[in-house]
Every structure is written in structure tokens, then in C-alpha cells.
């Protein structure tokens, strides 16, 4: 990607993601198309075939509590009345590869109210349905998205993206790395949740080195 951007590694379905949603949004508002964004699904848990068991649901209730301290972020806990819950990543990961077609901006979107329909709303956003729905919600034709979501060409530009964050050694979410541009190399900003106040000054401190140089 040529000059300065960010790259954001985060998956719709990681709890300390949604807890980041604010802070990437302000990042996102305050830097604008000086410092782009572009958005790799981590793919947290993808192809998840067994149901949550006893143990897996106390863990992650565990996660989101920490999370709705640290962020302020709100939970509806209501999820933890499903039975039989598959906690797979990879459709929700699909659908956002697939209205990042449209840009980043709108994956950045996508992202932001798919983690909300998951962890405030209690919608199920492994559903194709559910996430037709959350698509035509943001605007996209829902018959046409539907498809695209369907073909085999969004499962393999979903996989594709997992495939970079594995090479890339990234190994939890959310993860923001900084780059120059051209082979410059990257800048870790982030391994996991900071609040803004942390990260905002750091980042505008890099980049006027950048303008300075």
C-alpha cells in the first residue's frame, strides 16, 4: 500500500475487537485519508463444527465482562441462553470480505455493526440470513449480496485474508500495525485492546515524524 496507512487485523466475532470498535472509529475520523485504514479478517475461530460446551461459555461470558469493564462497551447476555451455539467466525468474516469489495470504508462499517448485532443485539451472525440482513441494513442490495456471500470466491477471499494475518505472525485481536509505505516495514501500534487516550497520542507522534522527515 503506498504512503502511510494502518492496517487493522480484528475479526467481527472477538469480544476485545469490539471493545477496540470505538477506538478504531475515532483513529478513523480523526486522520482521515492522511492515514487509511485497511482492514485483514484475523478469522479468530473459523470453521468451528462443535457446539459451546459448559466450560467455552464460562470463558467467554469471562471475556466479555473484562471487556464491557475496560471498554464501556455493552454486552446483551441473553446469548448465553442458546444451546448448542457454533461460535464459527468465518461467515461473519465472509460477509464484511465481501462489502469491503466496495471499499474500506464500508468494511470498516460492515465490521463495526456486525459486532454490534453480535455482542448488544443477540442476533446470530454465523446465519447467512442475519448477515443478508445486516448487509441491506448498510445499504447493499440484499439478493445480489446474498450471492456473492454464497460463491465460492468469497470463502476463498475470506481464507485468503486469514492466510495474511498467519504469515503476518499475528496471533490475537485486535492488532494495528503502522506502515510508511513501500518497503518501509511496519510499526506495531497495537497487540490487543488499548483505550484511545493511549494510542491517539502515539500515533499522531509518529506520524509528524513522518511529515517532519
Given at each position: 500500500?503506498?504512503?502511510?496507512?494502518?492496517?487493522?487485523?480484528?475479526?467481527?466475532?472477538?469480544?476485545?475487537?469490539?471493545?477496540?470498535?470505538?477506538?478504531?472509529?475515532?483513529?478513523?475520523?480523526?486522520?482521515?485519508?492522511?492515514?487509511?485504514?485497511?482492514?485483514?479478517?484475523?478469522?479468530?475461530?473459523?470453521?468451528?463444527?462443535?457446539?459451546?460446551?459448559?466450560?467455552?461459555?464460562?470463558?467467554?461470558?469471562?471475556?466479555?465482562?473484562?471487556?464491557?469493564?475496560?471498554?464501556?462497551?455493552?454486552?446483551?447476555?441473553?446469548?448465553?441462553?442458546?444451546?448448542?451455539?457454533?461460535?464459527?467466525?468465518?461467515?461473519?468474516?465472509?460477509?464484511?470480505?465481501?462489502?469491503?469489495?466496495?471499499?474500506m470504508a464500508e468494511?470498516?462499517?460492515?465490521?463495526?455493526?456486525?459486532?454490534?448485532?453480535?455482542?448488544?443485539?443477540?442476533?446470530?451472525?454465523?446465519?447467512?440470513?442475519?448477515?443478508?440482513?445486516?448487509?441491506?441494513?448498510?445499504?447493499?442490495?440484499?439478493?445480489?449480496?446474498?450471492?456473492?456471500?454464497?460463491?465460492?470466491?468469497?470463502?476463498?477471499?475470506?481464507?485468503?485474508?486469514?492466510?495474511?494475518?498467519?504469515?503476518?505472525?499475528?496471533?490475537?485481536?485486535?492488532?494495528?500495525?503502522?506502515?510508511?509505505?513501500?518497503?518501509?516495514?511496519y510499526a506495531m501500534?497495537?497487540?490487543?485492546?488499548?483505550?484511545?487516550?493511549?494510542?491517539?497520542?502515539?500515533?499522531?507522534?509518529?506520524?509528524?515524524?513522518?511529515?517532519?522527515?
Open positions: 500500500m503506498p504512503g502511510p496507512h494502518l492496517v487493522y487485523f480484528a475479526d467481527p466475532m472477538c469480544s476485545w475487537c469490539w471493545g477496540f470498535s470505538p477506538v478504531i472509529t475515532t483513529i478513523a475520523a480523526q486522520f482521515g485519508e492522511t492515514l487509511p485504514i485497511r482492514l485483514v479478517l484475523g478469522g479468530l475461530r473459523p470453521g468451528t463444527t462443535e457446539p459451546m460446551d459448559a466450560a467455552s461459555r464460562a470463558s467467554v461470558r469471562e471475556h466479555w465482562e473484562h471487556v464491557h469493564a475496560a471498554s464501556g462497551q455493552p454486552f446483551d447476555m441473553g446469548f448465553f441462553a442458546r444451546s448448542r451455539f457454533v461460535y464459527d467466525t468465518e461467515p461473519a468474516c465472509r460477509a464484511i470480505v465481501v462489502m469491503r469489495r466496495r471499499g468494511a470498516l462499517a460492515a465490521l463495526r455493526r456486525i459486532h454490534a448485532a453480535f455482542y448488544a443485539e443477540d442476533r446470530d451472525v454465523t446465519d447467512g440470513d442475519t448477515l443478508t440482513d445486516i448487509a441491506a441494513e448498510l445499504g447493499f442490495d440484499a439478493a445480489a449480496f446474498r450471492s456473492d456471500f454464497d460463491a465460492e470466491t468469497a470463502t476463498h477471499e475470506t481464507w485468503a485474508d486469514f492466510a495474511i494475518t498467519q504469515r503476518a505472525g499475528i496471533r490475537g485481536f485486535p492488532t494495528l500495525i503502522a506502515g510508511r509505505g513501500g518497503d518501509d516495514g501500534v497495537t497487540h490487543g485492546f488499548q483505550p484511545a487516550e493511549r494510542i491517539l497520542p502515539a500515533l499522531e507522534g509518529w506520524f509528524a515524524g513522518l511529515k517532519a522527515a
